[in-house]
């Protein structure tokens, strides 16, 4: 690692972000690994996102702010510049309404092996109103394996949990069809799972992830029918298990998310 080189660069895509935005840096300020850059790329928000991301990055020199000239209608774009941007050789993801546990980057830190196949993830638990969190410290934490296989049939990966090698997500980076528009993170976990083993999933609720109306993945039938696409489009795989795999993903997000209360 070179002098300066932060050992996480954090990569959060922003669009009209400014009602949740302060409160999402915040969470990566209390974090209680310094060590990281925070690259909040703006994608021509028309509210003040980017005043309030510039003023918290005159306070923090870990802070910094890409303010895009076109956009890109949705995530796929910005996080693939963030990437590109990222000096540090793990690359963390937080959408710009989530908040992470004080402890998520240590925990997950002290999890990766090898940097140059790292692909780690936590459990994570629903929020709406970040007055109501509460955090207890993270010790030992157990872990699950998700595989290929395992992913295909049910999404397990909470994007804003995520921490992978930058050399692997240069190899996958996210699809900026507008077709894959809130699927596009479930197609690129699974690429990255075609290249390494597993994805290390800590058995931890690092990350909170609000919900609110009016989400991108709020409708369950154009959801769906994004699902199917992934799959139906997938190098290899028949009509057949297309829609196999799109069933237990639908069957088993609303298992999990719904009767159980958590992914």
């Not at 959060?12 to 909040?40: C, F, G, H, K």
């Not at 240590?106 to 993830?121: H, K």
Request: with cysteine; proline share 5%; net charge positive.
């Amino acid at each position: 690692m070179s002098l300066g080189q932060p050992r996480v660069s954090i990569v959060m895509p922003a669009y009209n972000a400014s009602q949740y935005i302060e409160a999402t840096i915040d969470s990566v300020i209390r974090q209680t690994e310094p060590d990281w850059e925070l690259i909040v790329i703006d994608d021509c928000s028309t509210d003040d996102t980017r005043h309030k991301v510039s003023t918290l990055a005159e306070s923090d020199s870990r802070i910094r702010l890409i303010a895009l000239e076109k956009n890109f209608g949705g995530p796929a774009g910005p996080r693939n510049v963030g990437i590109r941007s990222a000096r540090a050789d793990l690359v963390a993801f937080l959408d710009s309404d989530d908040i992470w546990h004080p402890d998520k980057l240590r925990v997950q830190l002290a999890a990766v092996g090898d940097v140059s196949n790292a692909f780690v993830c936590s459990g994570m638990v629903d929020f709406s109103d970040e007055s109501t969190l509460r955090f207890e410290p993270i010790g030992s934490v157990k872990s699950d394996r998700i595989t290929y296989w395992r992913q295909s049939v049910r999404a397990q990966i909470p994007t804003s949990s995520v921490l992978a090698s930058k050399a692997l997500l240069l190899k996958t980076p996210f699809w900026e069809d507008p077709a894959y528009k809130a699927v596009e993170d479930y197609h690129c976990w699974l690429r990255i799972l075609q290249l390494v083993d597993h994805c290390e999933k800590l058995k931890a609720p690092l990350l909170c992830y609000r919900k609110s109306e009016g989400q991108i993945s709020g409708s369950k039938l154009m959801m769906m029918k994004k699902v199917l696409r992934v799959h139906r489009d997938f190098p290899g795989r028949s009509l057949f298990t297309a829609y196999v795999y799109t069933l237990t993903h639908v069957l088993g997000g609303f298992y999990f998310r719904f009767l159980k209360k958590g992914m």
